[in-house]
């Protein structure tokens, strides 16, 4: 029976490790183009259709395995990938909409492009944490109450 916890646990985290890894590398590529953004303001702006696509890819990959455990009964339902999904995406859409605002004031090197382009993606991420938060909040806990009362 623990051999099968355990199986099951490393097949939640290979899920979650498939959206982390593509989240990560929209994240990267989004901080290379304002790397290059200081060197060749004219080339940075290519960055963002590439971040735009990895982001899908991760949305992609996360709406791919949602539906796949939507075919299980609630009681089956990982807890720890919706877990780990909500935070990431909250914590992606906080950082995207704070490099929309920073870069809307800064409309010089093409700064309305970054601009518009991370805060429609910033919803989007914003609306899938709140899509994760829900599976999260209607699976049922797997953690039972344990009296540690000695009386």
Known sequence: MKGMILLRSCNQSEKLYDVASSLLAAGLTLLTSFYICLHHPAVFSLFLPVF??????????????????????????????????????????????????????????????VAWTCLPLSILCFIVCLQAEKEWKEAPSSTEIVNTDMA
């Open 52 to 113: 735009a696509v990895l982001l899908f890819v991760s949305i992609r990959f996360f709406r791919r395995h949602h539906q796949a455990f939507s075919e299980k009964e609630k009681s089956e339902r990982p807890v720890s990938f919706y877990k780990g999904c909500t935070l990431l995406y909250f914590a992606f859409s906080l950082y995207l909409l704070s490099v929309g605002i920073i870069f809307f004031t800064a409309y010089s090197y093409g700064g309305y492009f």
